[in-house]
């Protein structure tokens, strides 16, 4: 196998979630176009499945990629660990990237740290935004000219880590959903497929697949405009309904802080932060919620933000546009009801 393409580039590792390329794919595609225009390389991506993947290159390229690398076998019709680890490797070995990134998805979680314990390289998961930069190691009289920033909380959420691989490549990152904006797709924009032959002879498909249920995706918080949270505040599963009747009424989805998630007023798929969904609606509000910095890290780039906490110190006031001190019981029905008579 000849090197077909240039190498040094930034590589994005795509994935399929429910027949599309999963969001968060997408998003790192802008992200790496961003850090490739900085360092004068190519976006490329990897995409491995049974048949048919072309379909998506489309997408792919219009939101940044200039070559798409494509691994098709009748084997490779679900995700799995060992054939996976191996076939992207095999890619990052030929194709030599500075830089390759992954959702940090359960399969991105799964894949990455399997692979730079392979190359011998460094990984940081969980980035939530990623600079090029320089980096002066002082000790070793030593500067490192246009370096990754792998940029991610640490300690709880309490400071912002940037973490770098000044001597290993490829750099490897893991990013969360919904932290990158997502830049406009260009319609038609030109690029290259290039089917990666690999023999698979001796790959350790070790599982057998009886059967396979995939659970329907329950709520989709990034994309909605309009979200309600409801917090610790709310108090017990019987007022968490007030969050549900405002959200509906103003045609929103309902987030939740982690303390309204382990109270057991809401599921966990509704929670919004750190370790939860990172949103950005049009309006955000936020009722009988502190305003933790692990929750302000999801939500926090919303458009609008109004509060409703009966404590005026609370942190949440400090980013929120709009603060209404008192009580989110009597607060709610009254907004619902100003909302109805004017519509
Ligand atoms: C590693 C790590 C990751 C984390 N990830 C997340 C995350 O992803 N998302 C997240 O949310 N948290 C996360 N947390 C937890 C976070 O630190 C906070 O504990 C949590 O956000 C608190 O939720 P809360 O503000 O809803 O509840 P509380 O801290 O209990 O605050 C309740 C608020 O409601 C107000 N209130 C009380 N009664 C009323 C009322 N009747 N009307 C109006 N206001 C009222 C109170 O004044 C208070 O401000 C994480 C923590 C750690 C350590």
Redesign the pocket.
């Known amino acids: 196998m000849g090197k077909q393409y240039k190498s040094d580039g930034v590589l994005v590792y795509i994935e399929i979630d429910h027949d599309e390329v999963a969001e968060v794919s997408l998003e790192l595609i802008c992200k790496a176009r961003e850090l490739a225009d900085q360092l004068g390389v190519d976006v490329q991506a990897v995409i491995v499945g049974k048949s048919n993947l072309s379909q998506f290159a489309e997408q792919i390229f219009s939101y940044g990629c200039d070559v798409l690398h494509v691994i098709e076998d009748e084997r490779l019709k679900f995700y799995e660990t060992l054939p996976y680890t191996f076939i992207v490797s095999e890619v990052i070995k030929q194709t030599a990237p500075q830089i390759v990134l992954f959702g940090a998805t359960p399969v991105g979680r799964d894949l990455a740290p399997r692979i730079a314990s392979k190359l011998k390289t460094g990984l940081t998961a969980d980035c939530t935004d990623l600079k090029i930069g320089d980096h002066e190691n002082k000790k070793l009289k030593k500067t490192y000219k246009n370096i990754l920033y792998q940029i991610r909380p640490a300690f ?2 309490n400071i912002i880590a940037t973490i770098i691989t000044p001597e290993h490549r490829p750099q490897m990152a893991t990013v969360r959903e919904g932290v990158i904006k997502l830049t406009p797709p260009q319609k038609n924009r030109a690029g290259v497929i290039l089917p990666f032959n690999i023999s698979l002879d001796g790959v350790d498909f070790v599982n057998t697949y009886l059967e396979r249920t995939v659970s329907e995706k329950k709520i989709n918080l990034k994309a909605a405009d309009i979200i309600v949270s409801g ?3 709310v ?1 017990s599963k019987e007022n968490f309904q007030l969050i549900h009747d405002l959200a509906e009424t103003l045609g929103g989805l309902v987030g939740a ?4 998630v382990d109270s057991g007023y809401i599921g966990r798929e509704h ?6 969904t990172t949103v950005r609606p049009k309006l955000y509000i936020a ?9 302000r890290a ?1 939500m926090d780039q919303s458009g609008k933000i109004i509060a ?4 005026p110190n ?1 942190p ?1 006031f400090q980013i929120a546009h709009y603060g209404i001190v ?4 009597e607060i709610i029905p009254m907004m619902i009801k100003a909302y109805k008579t004017k519509v």
């Open positions: 709880g959420g917090g610790g505040g108090g802080s982690r303390a309204a929670q919004v932060g750190q370790t939860g009722c009988g919620i502190s305003g933790a910095i692990q929750h999801g409703i906490n009966t404590d609370a949440i008192g009580d989110l019981r």
